[in-house]
């Protein structure tokens, strides 16, 4: 079994910061790419940003040069720094890891932290 597990979500004024954690535990072997990703109410589900094992990221255009993806490999934690938060950036945030098990690697994912931007 693996977990995935979010928390750092809240309630935030518009320009200002929230840090969110992702915390992975199991049977892991190793862990390949991570991310965040966002649901928006009457939205579809969306990238965010990821990282991959070696530490190359990815941002979606909307968060470059706000947000910042960071990873413990050591310690299976997943880190997403927002900063500059906007109203638009309202939504349920889901980490999402490729996990290694055994002789198998599958995508897990967490059930989610709600971020909510105020004007």
């Known amino acids: 079994q693996v977990q995935l597990v979010e928390s750092g979500g809240g309630l935030v004024q518009a320009g200002g910061s929230l840090r969110l954690s992702c915390a992975a535990s199991?049977?892991?072997?190793?862990?390949?790419?991570m991310g965040w990703y966002r649901h928006a109410l009457g939205k579809q589900r969306e990238l965010v940003a990821t990282?991959?094992?070696?530490?190359?990221?990815n941002y979606a255009d909307s968060v470059k040069g706000r947000f910042t993806i960071t990873r413990d490999n050591v310690k299976n934690m997943l880190y997403l720094q927002m900063g500059s938060l906007k109203p638009k950036d309202t939504g349920v945030y889901y980490c999402?890891?490729?996990?290694?098990?055994?002789?198998?690697?599958?995508?897990?994912w967490g059930q989610g932290t709600q971020v909510t931007v105020s004007l």
């Open positions: 990282i991959t094992a070696g530490g190359s990221t």
């Open positions: 199991g049977s892991i072997r190793s862990i390949n790419d």
């Open positions: 999402n890891a490729e996990v290694r098990r055994f002789t198998t690697t599958s995508p897990y």
